[in-house]
């Protein structure tokens, strides 16, 4: 397994911008895919985005498409969320997420299940 830290969250105001920040380490990541997924108050946590960690294709939740951009550094092996046109309903905790086995699919990793991984989450609050 990789340990993955988040960072980056915080306040902003509606339609503001966030960059949020995951680095892994405990061993190259060099396959796979890496995603972000977020958990309001009393929902479950859902899809933000993914991306394929070799080739950095990428596939994004209907909500955050055109919104958000899902990124990666691999020679900081470290992937990013850059958040833009803010809005209420995006507040949550944001959780950055890894699987480092061979990639499946963009449906497959949709599912919290598909990621061994996972950060401690970081928050993000929009107000209006």
């Known amino acids: 397994q990789v340990q993955l830290v988040e960072s980056g969250g915080g306040l902003v105001q509606a339609g503001g911008s966030l960059r949020l920040s995951c680095a892994a380490s405990g061993r190259t990541f060099r396959s796979g895919a890496m995603g972000w997924f977020r958990q309001a108050p009393g929902k479950e946590r859902e899809f933000v985005a993914v991306?394929?960690?070799?080739?950095?294709?990428?596939y994004y939740a209907d909500s955050v498409k055109g919104r958000f951009i899902i990124s990666r550094d691999k020679a900081k092996n470290t992937v990013y969320l850059q958040m833009n046109s803010l809005k209420p309903e995006d507040t949550a905790v944001y959780y950055c997420?890894?699987?480092?086995?061979?990639?499946?699919?963009?449906?497959?990793?949709?599912?919290?299940?598909?990621?061994?991984?996972w950060g401690q989450g970081t928050q993000v609050i929009a107000s209006s």
């Open positions: 997420a890894a699987d480092d086995r061979p990639w499946t699919s963009y449906s497959y990793y949709q599912q919290v299940s598909a990621f061994g991984s």
């Open positions: 991306i394929r960690w070799t080739v950095g294709s990428t």
